[in-house]
Every structure is written in C-alpha cells, then in structure tokens.
C-alpha cells in the first residue's frame, strides 16, 4: 500500500498551515512525521484522511486519488487514529472495536460470527481481552489508547495513519503502543512527539517546520544535533543505543 502526497495546500482563515507538502510512502514502511508544535502535523495528516478538503494538491493510495473514493472505499484502503478521540456516548470496548468493521459489512449477508472473531482476535492482539463488556470511558488512558489501536487493526486497511497515538501516556504504555504497531504488516505514517521513540521505531523520519517538509531520511540521518537545533531551538546529544542500534537523543539544558 503506496502513499502519496502531491503538492497539499491548506490555509485556516487566510492562514497558510500546510505549504505545498509532497511526499511518498513505500509500502511496509513505518515512517514518522516530527516537527514543532503548530507546524502543521495535524493539519497535514487531517487532508490526508479527507477531515479536511485541500486548497490545492492531491493525495492517492496505490496511485487513485482518495478524492475520488467514497467514504467506505477509503475506509478500506486507510484506517486512522486520531489524536482527538472524544465519545460522545458510551459504549463497550468489544462495540468500540467493531466499529472498525464498519467498511467491510454488508446490509445483507455479513457472517457475524467471523466479524466477532476478528473483533475478539483484535481485541487479544493488544492485550485487551477481558475487558470486552468494560465500559470505554471507564479505562485508563492507556486502555482506551489499545482498544482504539484495536479498532483500527480490525479495519483490515494496508494503511494507518495516527496522530500522535502515544501522547499524553506513561513510558511503559507508550512503548506498549509502539510495539503492538510495529510487529504489524502495514504501511504507517505516524507522528510522534517523542523524539527517541521516533527514532526507535520509525524507518524514515520526516521533519515538518512551518508547513513544509524540510528534510527527510533514517533516524540515523535527520536526527542530528544541527537538525534538531533548527527544528525545535535547543542543543543536544545524539549517542547509539547499544541494545537496538538506534540514535539516542539526549536534551541539553540551556541554564
């Protein structure tokens, strides 16, 4: 499953926020998207899930352009994990989950019981078993951050794109997030706030300032002191991980 973006403009109120953004995903990788806070991340991934309709550009999975797929079409070619994930109403987390069956079921002749044992196999896959009948709101973050990791598994789309899956959680559970994407077949475009859990699971790294993209290689490559200088403003420490080979950034303090 082959992402491409071509040329996405998006402005907010006469405000440019994405500024002719080109890229390519190749299929299987796990590429991260990283940049400062307001830079356009959110916005980016937001036209590239069709939430928002670009001013200009185009964006196609395997060379068709989501513009022109339905809504349940697209469903089955990219599922997506928000940042936002407000619930207006309750639910259960096994409900929650099939909710991620939605773009395969028909209004006639849809096996339930496969559709319930694909849910319930999501549902194992991040460790949620015994909690199919809990209620949604009553989880913890980290809870309610693997039953929606579930849900967009049970999709069964090639393609995933998360808004920052792991913000706002503990350590263990971000790594537990990460871990549960990362042993996947799929392509994923994620970003990440987390610099060196970036660089720990990521193949590629694109680096986002002002709208653009303004370099893009292995963690290896962009994450360098310089790099990271001019994306955030602050110094830093770049070592390699002994146990995964990967960089391993290291903040310096400006006191």
Known sequence: MK???K???????GK??????????REGDFVGLVGPNGCGKSTLLKNIYKVYKPDAGAV?????????MSSRETAREMSVMQQENNVEFDMTVYDMVMLGRYAHQKMFGTDMV????KVLAGIREVGMEGFEERSFLSLSGGEKQRTLVARALVQQAKLII???????????YQYQIMNILKRQNLTVFSSI??????????DRILLMKKGRIVD?????????????????????????????????????PQV
């Open 3 to 5: 992402l491409e973006v």
């Open 16 to 25: 440019l926020i994405v500024d002719g953004v080109s890229l390519g995903i």
């Open 162 to 172: 998360l808004d920052e899956p792991t913000n706002h959680l503990d350590i263990g």
């Open 60 to 68: 196609f999975i395997d060379g068709k352009s989501t513009a022109d």
């Open 7 to 13: 040329d996405i403009t998006y402005s907010i109120d």
């Open 193 to 202: 706030h987390d610099l060196n859990v970036a660089a720990c699971y990521c």
């Open 216 to 252: 893009a290689g292995t963690p290896e490559q962009v994450f360098v002191p310089d790099k990271i200088r001019n994306l955030f403003g602050i110094d830093s420490s770049i070592t390699i991980n002994k146990a995964t080979g990967r960089p391993n950034i290291m903040f310096i």
């Open 114 to 117: 496969s559709e319930r044992e």
